[in-house]
T-cell receptor
Framework: GEQVEQLPSSLIVQEGASVLINCSYT??????FPWYKQEPGKRLQFIIDIRSNMERKQTQRLTLLFDKKTKHLSLHITATQPGDSAIYFC?????????????FGAGTKLTIKP | ETAVFQTPNYHVTQVGNEVSFNCKQT?????MYWYKQDSKKLLKIMFSYNNKQLIVNETVPRRFSPQSSDKAHLNLRIKSVEPEDSAVYLC?????????????FGPGTRLTVL
């Protein structure tokens, strides 16, 4: 089955810095890649997604890059704020199944130091 | 308030007991999910359900069963809990089965099996 790997597993940066979270997957049948964020004590929250027919998507301070050939994604967060401290999850879903066969990575714990 | 609601927040029980967790969504969605999040924050989908179809992750033990009265409610029953069932159980919802829609998550139910 699909395997999703995230690196790094954790990182600590100073407020205002940019961060890069990498994600790779194994199943070429995966076509949809949503990212979720889980702040301490809060519920999981959708932040951005991309489909396999796209290479890049941007929303506010988030940029998501997708490389179908290498099966790799990277989430770039600019101008980090304390509220960005959270666990970030990459996920992958195959064609024809939507969320029903979604596979999550183990998460990247981001800590922003004020 | 439109959201996904879960009860109870916490539950402590002993090996072999039966437990039941409730989930309700007021978002008007037609598809609901149950996830297990272990102590390392690893997320795994257990069930996907709408009023027409139940999709079960093949790794889910048979002692787990979803129960739904309507499209706004999806409960989770665990017959004869085991120590490895200790985890946070997250309920989520989205619109449509088999499509790629943002999922909305509940706050979770933390189960501890003694």
């Amino acid at each position: 089955g699909e395997q999703v790997e995230q690196l790094p597993s954790s990182l600590i940066v100073q407020e205002g810095a940019s961060v890069l979270i990498n994600c790779s997957y194994t199943d070429s049948a995966s076509v949809y890649f949503p990212w979720y964020k889980q702040e301490p004590g809060k519920r999981l929250q959708f932040i951005i997604d991309i489909r396999s027919n796209m290479e890049r998507k941007q929303t506010q301070r988030l940029t998501l890059l997708f490389d179908k050939k290498t099966k790799h994604l990277s989430l770039h967060i600019t101008a980090t704020q304390p509220g960005d401290s959270a666990i970030y999850f990459c996920s992958a879903s195959p064609a024809n199944y939507g969320n029903e066969k979604i596979t999550f990575g183990a998460g990247t714990k981001l800590t922003i130091k004020p | 308030e439109t959201a996904v609601f879960q009860t109870p927040n916490y539950h402590v029980t002993q090996v072999g007991n039966e437990v039941s967790f409730n989930c309700k969504q007021t978002l008007g969605h037609d598809t609901m999910y149950w996830y297990k999040q272990d102590s390392k924050k690893l997320l795994k989908i257990m069930f996907s359900y709408n009023n027409k179809q139940l999709i079960v992750n093949e790794t889910v033990p048979r002692r787990f069963s979803p129960q739904s009265s309507d499209k706004a409610h999806l409960n989770l029953r665990i017959k004869s809990v085991e120590p490895e069932d200790s985890a946070v159980y997250l309920c989520a919802s989205s619109q449509g089965l088999g499509n790629y829609a943002e999922q909305f998550f509940g706050p979770g139910t933390r189960l501890t099996v003694l």
